[in-house]
């Protein structure tokens, strides 16, 4: 690869309303979505919510010539949605299901049966590792008493560790660690410990034990507002660089917003409150040691589709020219992280620790109260069973048999699942727990660190206000 | 790190049997194999089957003095059953629960409840990062006639893929590209091609894009014999190493089995076909360019504790003394990896396909028998709700609701499971389809293949056969 290596990206991005039998007009809608791909010839088009995989098949056909590789990521029951098209040839992929998504008897949310996931894709471009991550996150249908939250930071987390584990290296250099693949030497001693603790073997390579790819790109629909915890815990641990405010090159709905009044597939009550719009769909990207991206424009559509008729989704679509640059790690061009950087990480993991720890204790509470609805659904049936022995109200007793046993079953099905989803929280909490005592540690031996934990915590306290 | 760098470990495993209220003498169990644990002073102390939190807590405490680092991990309705000691600081932790692990409805087998899973451990020893993995995979309870052979196989797929993913790299150079890492220079077009593509802009370093982890362990109840199929995936797409095979210094039971006849727990009915006993548990390991691993020494326990007294599970134990060194890539001892060892990967992963898409026919026939039996059921309901208002056997009717609409509600779970199960089956199938295209166009470019390939197929059909 040359020193002056330059390689230029376009990504596109769609949730695609893809229901089948309720999203309006959807056979036209993909048709034209398809028009538009093989017009544009994007390097890689990442698609959410394309629910039938008969559309999918559709979509691959018309875009063969133009898209040769494809994938379509099956999970749960409905499956994940989530597909891709890509220019280039697809070296490997693989996916990731998240552990909780929602509650099964919610069915008229339907989260839980789709087997909502994060899939991975690896690409070879001129030489350069591409890791493209593309995802779908738990729904939010009511922000005010949003029962889902505790699931969408746990889904959030275990996106940000599948990024890390995968592409970023697990083995410490983590979040906190951003700077020490930036030009500056050690400055305190903290940094010190932490680059011996993870470059032991070679010194002078500061990404030997975690590079893996050499740019890392997730786009979707997170279902989380900007300054949502999920989206801050997934940007803070990873490091991933949000293309909406880093470009200097953006045209589209206003403040970037992904899902907009003007859409005349939008449920305009929902909206509200925004009158913009909210923007819950994201393109973000970093690149590892060595290379520098950027973003050059972004785009998104505005409430139409990109020739202004119809729109494509009741999402808007983000189309991003991304710009990746060889650039020796010395001379990386990386924003100084400091003590204040890293007692804000510490703040957003001891707030996603919270936020598990009350969904717990949630999760508990009902499968306790679902062990005193088996207890009283057995009473129930047992009082029946001695009513309709001893005659008199035998045969309502009968025609009670049916709810008492449905009782049951379900009393047991719900005390089941809530059992393990308080396992899977209770998995997620212990995770960050381990990461945040790590941080605290590092962040304590730093004594520049004391006067920023403060200051991180006050603009913690003035985000939340907000 | 010295050059003559070397460093020992000292691990133990086993599946500790610890069933609530099932297992025999478990209480006794648990305390022997702490006061054992103490004694010895393993680095690492990878356990299966903990089923009981408070176990683990018990442990925890005991052994607290001498393994200062402890985590269990949790998952599904029970728990994955698995939790580790160790003597050295984790530095991380992560897990994944497999996406296929039985059947709710077999109850009397339980693997459904449990979340089966594979848990990771970072550690960093005197500089160098291992990557500890435990697992437990779905048992086998009719070798004859196995139901669960097609969710055993993927399970080996997604723990092979998992360790691939976190520790070696996932950017192509998987199985076939052993011989990459080994002192042999590109021989052949096929060989030259891989390197190109997969280590493009540091063509000096051949770790650079895959270096992750600098030793990686596994251990666990892999519930596989060494020749079955999982068993083969596993360590053909990893190329990790079994220490039995590769130890020069063994003792304990006979053919190293970890389920022996002589251990009073084992259901000796079961092991009628295997004289000598079976072995399904295993120390696997691998070092990554840079480094050397070697299996010292390899004990077992024969059926009795390690002080000849009563067992302390009903599978044996393992205690492997391992022995790392330092080795600059040009001189790390790797085997040569040739054609046929492409072939045989190529046969393996061929094996699996076939195998999966068994797995993928029966659970959508099952899928389709249950949507007969919905269909059967509402008809049923209808009937019975028609025979009620018409009266004449009014109270028989009545008496028939409770399991038809139980039969309605057990057919639509059978078939919401199964058409997620089709739906796993065909997502490992894809990822395999995706591998062996890669493979066979890797391997048909190389002109010396043509013959192993025909060897590999013969060697496959013998080993069949036996």
């Known amino acids: 690869m040359k020193p002056n290596f330059s390689l230029r990206l376009r990504i596109f991005n769609l949730n695609c ?28 088009a ?13 979509l691959r056909q018309k875009l063969l010539p133009t898209y040769p590789a494809a994938h379509y990521f099956r999970s749960g029951v409905i499956g994940s949605g989530l597909c891709v098209f890509s220019k280039h040839p697809i070296q490997e992929f693989t996916q990731h299901v998240y552990t909780l998504n929602g509650y099964p008897y919610m069915i008229h949310h339907g989260d839980w049966f789709c087997g909502k996931a994060v899939g991975l894709l690896v690409l070879h471009l001129s030489g350069l590792v591409l890791n493209a991550y593309v995802t779908h996150l738990h729904a939010e249908y009511n922000r005010q008493k949003d029962i889902y939250l505790a699931h969408r930071v746990a889904q959030a ?3 940000a560790q599948f990024i890390q584990c995968v592409s970023l290296g697990l083995t410490g250099e983590v979040g906190w660690g951003h700077g020490l693949r930036g030009g ?11 680059r011996r603790e993870l470059l032991p073997h070679q010194p002078g390579s500061p990404s030997h034990t975690s590079k893996k790819a050499d740019v890392v790109l997730l786009c979707g629909d997170l279902n989380l507002h900007p300054k949502d915890l999920g989206c801050r815990l997934l940007k803070e641990w990873t490091g991933l660089h949000d293309a909406y405010l880093e470009t200097r090159d953006f045209k589209g709905s206003e403040e970037g917003c992904t899902m907009v009044p003007e859409n005349c597939y939008v449920n305009q009550r929902e909206l509200q409150p925004f009158p913009f719009g909210i923007r819950i769909d994201y393109v973000l990207y970093k690149a590892v040691s060595g290379f520098y991206i950027s973003c050059k424009t972004l785009r998104t559509t505005t409430g139409r589709d990109p020739h202004s008729g119809t729109p494509l989704s009741d999402h808007e679509a983000l189309m991003a020219t991304l710009c990746v640059r060889h650039s020796p790690p010395q001379h990386t061009p990386s924003p100084t992280h400091g003590p204040a950087e890293r007692s804000r990480l510490i703040s957003v993991l001891k707030e996603a620790w919270a936020e598990l720890d009350l969904g717990m204790a949630q999760a508990r509470w009902w499968a306790t ?24 109200v035998r045969e309502v007793a009968i025609m009670l048999w049916t709810p008492s046993v449905g009782l049951l079953l379900g009393a047991g099905a719900v005390y089941l699942f809530h059992v393990q989803e308080a396992k899977g929280l209770s998995r997620a909490r212990a995770e960050l727990q381990h990461m945040l005592g790590r941080a605290r ?26």
């Not at 990442?46 to 559709?58: G, N, P, R």
Request: glycine fraction near 12%; charged fraction near 25%; aromatic fraction near 12%.
């Open 184 to 194: 500056q030497g050690p400055t305190s001693r903290w940094a010190q410990l932490v």
């Open 441 to 466: 540690e590092a962040h304590d031996l730093d004594p520049e660190s004391q006067a920023a934990l403060f200051l991180g915590q006050q603009e913690g306290d003035r985000s939340e206000e907000q």
């Open 17 to 44: 309303w893809g229901i089948p039998y309720l999203s309006k007009h959807r056979g036209d809608r993909v048709k034209r979505l398809g028009d538009f791909l093989n017009m544009e010839s994007f390097d890689l």
């Open 369 to 392: 109260f679902a062990g005193y609805v088996i207890g009283l659904g057995l009473l129930l049936l047992a009082l029946l069973c001695a009513l309709a022995a001893g005659g008199g």
């Open 157 to 159: 987390w275990e996106l």
């Open 46 to 58: 990442l698609l959410e919510e394309v629910w039938s995989e008969q559309d999918f098949q559709y």
